[in-house]
């Protein structure tokens, strides 16, 4: 029997094939469009430092989202965006848990860059972008900080001094279930 402390068939080994952990991975991830996706991966720790692949329904694992308005979960551990906001998916095999966090930000134009920090809006695909979202071909980079000169005239900062870069705060406001209701940046000078 599992977790009684005793060799029960004899063969010198205590608890062996018994699970005493899981994991999920990733840990947290952020995802980006409408409909965006992503497969988990459930690790099931063992007695005697054993890992074994617990993803499937098939092995007992279970999914549930505490906020299924951001981010739903199949049974077989694949995470949907359906909502911004921040989801926490918890997996549970065995009476054991293991949970990662979701964050959905939209990012309409793909450049890495979430719609409520991004200046410049519809950046053509596969365009390099600065850190507020702006295509690099929009402009020179005299100083090589990644950000282009006209973004820097733009919020100020100085675009011959590398560390005078703009810095994008974004703040968020939630409602009572962790949906974004606003989104408001500010971009300007470092600290």
């Known amino acids: 029997m599992c977790g009684n402390g005793i060799d029960d068939d004899c063969d010198g080994l205590v608890d062996e094939g018994c699970l005493v952990g899981l994991s999920v991975a990733p840990p947290t991830a952020v995802l980006g469009v409408l409909g965006e996706t992503l497969r988990l991966a459930v690790t099931g720790h063992y007695v005697g430092g054993e890992d074994r692949d617990l993803t499937a329904s098939a092995e007992g694992t279970t ?41 959905v930000q939209w990012d309409e134009d793909g450049d890495g860059v979430a719609d ?72 300007g000078r470092g600290p």
């Open 63 to 103: 999914y549930r989202s505490d906020v299924p308005t951001v981010a739903e979960v199949s049974s077989e551990g694949m995470v949907t965006a359906v909502g911004e906001g921040t989801a926490t998916i918890t997996a549970f095999n065995s009476g054991l848990t293991a949970s990662t966090v979701i964050t």
């Open 116 to 187: 409520a920090a991004d200046l410049c809006p519809g950046t053509p695909p596969g365009a390099g972008v600065d850190p507020i979202g702006c295509a690099s071909t929009q402009g020179t980079d005299s100083d090589g900080d990644g950000v282009s000169n006209h973004v820097e005239h733009r919020v100020g900062t100085d675009p011959l001094d590398p560390s005078d870069v703009p810095v994008v705060r974004v703040r968020y406001g939630y409602d009572g279930r962790g949906q974004v209701v606003e989104a408001e940046a500010f971009v």
